[in-house]
């Protein structure tokens, strides 16, 4: 498995297909992926296994703060360690900037999966949004990137 910068013209219409099969109605959409691709390049990231996009991970920050605003790993390839690997280089970017505190995400309660991820990384749940997902509550999670809290 390979992790690289996204190169959106090249990697747009399979991020678009991962992020439509596991999202469905929720999806974003070009414009979406635009703005955060031209927000932040050095974290909007991409997996490949064979030379195919099989996951991705886009971020947002402000000054102390960093976001993950969509992560996805294709169906077929789950629970094969993209997802954290996907995860650990976003947190390897943010913990060289001194100036990021926190990483933080929105989860939906029902993907136990992926909570527990996160929980194997370090992030802590803050607190439930209610009626985050237009049929589900969610969870804010954060991690917190002083380098005494980051996983190995």
């Given at each position: 498995?390979?992790?690289r910068?996204?190169?959106?013209?090249?990697d747009?219409?399979?991020?678009?297909?991962i992020?439509?099969d596991?999202?469905?109605?929720g999806a974003?959409?070009?414009?979406?992926?635009?703005?955060?691709?031209?927000?932040n390049?050095?974290?909007?990231?991409v997996?490949?296994?064979?030379?195919?996009?099989?996951?991705?991970?886009?971020?947002?920050n402000?000054?102390?703060?960093?976001?993950?605003?969509?992560?996805?790993?294709?169906?077929?390839?789950?629970r094969?360690?993209?997802?954290r690997?996907l995860?650990l280089?976003?947190?390897?970017?943010?913990?060289?900037q001194?100036?990021m505190q926190s990483?933080s995400?929105?989860?939906?309660?029902?993907?136990?999966?992926?909570?527990?991820?996160?929980?194997?990384l370090g992030?802590?749940?803050?607190?439930?949004?209610q009626?985050y997902?237009?049929?589900e509550?969610?969870?804010?999670?954060?991690?917190?990137?002083?380098?005494?809290?980051?996983p190995?």
């Open positions: 498995m390979t992790i910068p996204a190169q959106l013209k090249r747009l219409p399979a991020i678009l297909h992020e439509q596991i999202f469905g109605d974003f959409g070009i414009g979406e992926f635009l703005y955060y691709y031209m927000r390049r050095e974290t909007f990231l997996a490949l296994s064979d030379e195919a996009l099989v996951g991705y991970i886009c971020t947002h402000d000054e102390h703060e960093a976001y993950i605003a969509s992560i996805a790993v294709a169906p077929i390839v789950r094969q360690g993209i997802g690997e995860l280089s976003v947190i390897q970017h943010y913990q060289a001194d100036a990483l995400l929105h989860v939906r309660q029902s993907n136990q999966g992926a909570i527990a991820l996160y929980k194997s992030f802590d749940t803050i607190g439930t949004e009626q997902y237009p049929d509550d969610a969870y804010y999670m954060r991690l917190s990137l002083r380098s005494d809290n980051l190995d």
